[in-house]
């Protein structure tokens, strides 16, 4: 499985377009990219999913090159409660129920 | 519909007791995953499921235990408790379907004393 790279931290305010970009360059012909969203004490929650270009649903888009070695999840004019811990899960397509590992994840604090 | 449902909330054990960490699922869904996550940091993976009567090792299994009797249930078992399984526990389940994400509980926080 691929393994995941992202910035541990970063720092927005309110109205701006946060980027959180993640790396993972050995990801695999059959690997989907996944991002949830953490609060605290709560269990992650499903963002967005994407396997190449861009793909957009109402609360974020996310950005796949064409090599597919990183991807970009794009919250736009983000506000204070989208202050949480976001993370990027590489997975395989044809083998649901594998050993999904996921990464250190990005913690975003938007501030007023 | 209560998706995925974990007991306890909170739970305080003493080192050397054991306990048994509660996962059920009304999703119908095949695969279910247990991950800790210490304070302030990631999620790690302990064990995971892919149907009733199959489980793998994740990346952190050492001290815990679990079984898959049927679709629904995946409990967890903590057998001599130590003060390094102080964490927040969190049971994940995830369909069929290709690419089906995660759907998590809401978690147990769990303190070895």
């Known amino acids: 499985l691929a393994k995941t790279t992202q910035p541990i931290s970063m720092d927005s305010y309110e109205g701006q377009e946060v980027n959180i970009t993640c790396s993972h360059n050995n990801i695999a012909t059959n690997d989907y990219i996944t991002w949830y969203q953490q609060f605290p004490s709560q269990g992650p929650r499903f963002i967005i999913q994407g396997y190449k270009t861009k793909v957009t649903n109402e609360v974020a888009s996310l950005f796949i090159p064409a090599d597919r070695k990183s991807s970009t999840l794009s919250l736009p004019r983000v506000s204070l409660s989208d202050t949480a811990v976001y993370y990027c899960l590489v997975g395989d397509m044809d083998n649901q129920g594998g050993k999904l590992i996921f990464g250190q994840g990005t913690e975003l604090s938007v501030k007023p | 519909n209560a998706g995925v449902t974990q007991t306890p909330k909170f739970r305080i054990l003493k080192i050397g007791q054991s306990m048994t960490l509660q996962c059920t699922q009304d999703?119908?869904?095949?695969?279910m995953y247990w991950y800790r996550q210490d304070p302030g940091m990631g999620l790690k993976l302990i064990y995971y499921?892919?149907?009733?009567?199959?489980?793998d090792k994740g990346e952190v299994p050492n001290g815990y235990n679990v079984s898959r009797s049927t679709t629904e249930d995946f409990p967890l078992r903590l057998e001599l408790a130590a003060p390094s399984q102080t964490s927040v526990y969190f049971c994940a389940v995830q369909g069929a379907s290709p690419a089906s994400p995660l759907h998590f509980g809401n978690g147990t926080r769990l303190t070895v004393t």
């Open positions: 999703m119908n869904h095949n695969y």
């Open positions: 499921s892919v149907g009733a009567g199959i489980t």
